[in-house]
């Protein structure tokens, strides 16, 4: 399992940004991996924000696209959600998770993840935003 520490979280004005940040460590090299941002407002469930796919490749949620970004440093010991443009209803914790064996398919010169067993999150960092 790898161990992830998320940070950046904070309270900010409707329109504001933040750059969260989660640091990973204790792992092994993995061939395939997902990385992922993970939120939960009060009251709500889960949802997935942004994933990162060991190619490089990126999904987001419908409620971000054009607004979060998801990258990873180069040394992939850092992913990062920088998150702009922010909405009220943005306002929940936020967790990164990871997959380190995810499903993969390559087919017609591209990898498809199938990425469905996060088993390592982190504690969590608290986005606020007030309108």
């Known amino acids: 399992q790898v161990q992830l520490v998320e940070s950046g979280g904070g309270s900010v004005q409707a329109g504001g940004s933040l750059r969260l940040s989660c640091a990973a460590s204790g792992y092994t090299y993995s061939t395939y991996y997902c990385m992922a941002w993970f939120r939960q407002a009060p009251g709500g469930e889960r949802e997935g924000v942004a994933t990162m796919h060991s190619d490089g490749t990126t999904t987001y949620a419908d409620s971000v696209k054009g607004r979060f970004t998801i990258s990873q440093d180069g040394a992939k010991n850092t992913l990062y959600l920088q998150m702009n443009s922010l909405k009220p209803e943005d306002t929940a914790m936020y967790y990164c998770?990871?997959?380190?064996?995810?499903?993969?398919?390559?087919?017609?010169?591209?990898?498809?993840?199938?990425?469905?067993?996060?088993?390592?999150w982190g504690q969590g960092t608290q986005v606020t935003v007030s309108s």
């Open positions: 998770a990871a997959d380190l064996a995810p499903g993969v398919r390559y087919y017609g010169g591209a990898y498809t993840y199938n990425c469905a067993k996060y088993t390592s």
